[in-house]
């Protein structure tokens, strides 16, 4: 029989209910307005969000000018935010949009568009600005303001407005911090006016990349890839000892592909995995935590990154592939190493697999959905091996992606020897509608947080905040890069309780990335640029899962029926792991497969090249995985049997031999750094040994 005659197996066992339960989770986390199709909003807001859809793919085709395109970018926006987003989260203001909200996005779609209609008028007269600029500017910053506060909560208005008042009221600031001040003219034209503030580089790459690049998830995501993803993840992984949570581990990082939320990563693949992960043994809170820290490790997986590769690419001048080539080690080491935690925990707790009929069938479930996988092989190898730009590489995978949305119906209704209905016919046409209007939908938060962080990147280019900056944390610090990082990385946490991943990272890019590169320098420690954006954000990441706000963890304990905080507290433990990373790829770049060379090279005056050597490279990761596990066996308690405060410690003693081979070379005087990779292997096998042996006893 073939193998299309069914569609592909699905966890049939979870109730309709329990999937309800955690889009109601997502939309009360996110505080969305949910329209039935009966509902005229939901057919206007599903036209604007395809219009906006449609205006994306269209600049790729017939680019338009940079600023331009930002300006329409920001009003699909800014309208699409009201409508979606209440101004409370009560039952008058989510029932409807009332006319408020109406005036609202009308206020938004003119203030932002105002720059598109009038560019060529604006761009005569730079900085000769007239009084109706400048009032459209400042009610432009002020419903944008109100936008982030529905959209994404208070703090990033909050922060904003910080940084709007420190740029006015810099003469009456302590002595630390003062400036000169800039008048309310000057402040909204360079804001607002100009592409140094709201319409500068974060926005354009939210323009540029990521909404591309947001579509072919939510694309993806309509075509059946993400049920097919975590219906393989349980085909292959379910029989093993703790399934279900291997199963999301993998389940999660596909699914961080197409999502760039923490929390919608969380939903859509912890409506399955968590409770099947309560029913093989795992308690509540820590079911919700296993997903918490898997689903915000997909922030961290090539290609997207939380779309926080493309503007690390803009920020650094370098190219996006070199970004993710920088990024695939560390990024898979965390994912493999909260694999083996998870592998840990089932040992301790003493589980077994999930039983054979509940777990998909193998073969059946990879092949149906293999059709799936083309557009991301395809996308990867545009990229990669092509090295076309990252809009003409998405768009041309999204162009792929919907020729096999179209098919798919049509193809297996053939193979089935199925009657080809009408319906079936347009069944693809139906998802691509649906995945282009989720697309947009998607964008909002990405859209309003870009341009709300580009006044604090005005802020400091209007200010000169980064030098205040730099001496601020200088004299915290007292210079040592110990205090620097650390200092960089619990700014980088409490800012991200409230931020989302993308803002967050622009914000410590622009404020604490270069003061770490500046005082490393003068601390002797010259590292590459990227390795100084990455741990921001990679800390800023870890936010989402911190106590007391970490929203993603919010999210899985409402599925999970867990207390939140313990769910968080827990998700924390198991990502601990990800935290000391961005320690050890600072102090050894090669992590991020980039090496020192001589820096007086004139062919090289940075000093830095890729290492692209295939054993070198496996060398670097494998050994860094064993690092990996020592920590996790030294975080968890647990090797083979429980650990005892020696073998605990030991661990430990690992993680630097593996991790930081040229450091320990020096400080022991080694021969080779290799050497130190030696070193660690032997006291890992040695515990191994020492656990085998305590086990055989026990016995």
Known sequence: MSIYKEKPHTLGELEQEQI???????????????????????????????????????????????????SIHLSFGLTLAFMIYPMMRK?????????????????????????????????????????????????????????????????????AIVFITYDMLGPYMPELIIHKGASLNKLAGHMFLTTEGIFGVPLGVSTGFVFLFVLFGSLLDKAGAGEYFINLAFAMLGKYRGGPAKASVVASGFTGIMSGSSIANTVTTGTFTIPLMK???????????????ASTNGQLMPPVMGAAAFIIAEFLGMSYTDVIFAAFIPAFVSYFALFYIVHLEALKLGLKGMNDDEIPPKWNTFVTGLHYLIPIFFLLYTLMILRESAASAAFNAIMLLMLLMVVQHPFRAFLAKE???????????????????????????????????????????LTGLGQVLLDVIETLSGGNIFIILI??????????????TTANYIVMASLTAPVILILAADNGFVIPAIAAHLFVFYFGILADDTPPVGLAAYAAAGIAKADPIKTGIQGFKYDIRTAILPFMFFFNPELLLISGVDALNPANPEGWVWIT?????????????????????????????????????????????????KIMESYFSLPSHYISYVIGMLIFAGLYLMQKSRERKAL
């Open 20 to 70: 309800d339960e955690a889009e109601n989770v997502l939309n009360d986390l996110e505080g969305q307005r949910v329209f039935g199709k009966e509902h005229y909003e939901f057919w206007m807001i599903s036209i604007i969000a395809l219009l906006w859809s449609l205006f994306q793919l269209y600049i790729v085709i017939e680019p338009t000018n940079s600023t331009i395109s930002r």
């Open 91 to 159: 039952p008058y203001f989510l029932t409807k949009i009332r006319w408020f909200g109406y005036l609202f996005a009308l206020i938004g779609l003119c203030s932002a568009g105002y720059i598109a209609f009038f560019f060529e008028d604006l761009a005569q007269r730079p900085g000769d600005y007239l009084a109706i600029d400048i009032v459209v500017a400042l009610i432009g910053i002020v419903i944008l303001l109100e936008a982030g506060r529905r959209v994404l909560g208070l703090a990033l208005s909050i922060i």
């Open 279 to 293: 029913r093989t043994g795992f308690r509540p809170e820590q079911a919700g935590a296993v997903e918490v820290a």
């Open 419 to 461: 009657k080809i209905t009408r319906d079936i016919m347009l069944s693809g046409f139906v998802d691509i509608l649906a995945g282009m209007i989720a697309g947009a939908r998607n964008m909002v938060p990405i859209a309003v947080a870009t341009a709300l962080a580009g006044i604090v990147v005005g802020s400091i280019t």
């Open 487 to 500: 200092l960089a990385a619990m700014i980088s946490l409490i800012l991200g309780m409230g931020l989302p």
């Open 613 to 661: 050597n295939p054993l070198e490279i496996l060398t670097i990761f494998t050994t860094a995985f064993i690092g990996m596990m020592a920590f996790s066996c030294f975080s968890q308690g647990y090797f083979i049997i429980k650990t005892n405060i020696i073998e605990r410690f030991t661990f430990l003693t690992i993680v630097p031999f593996m991790f930081l081979p």
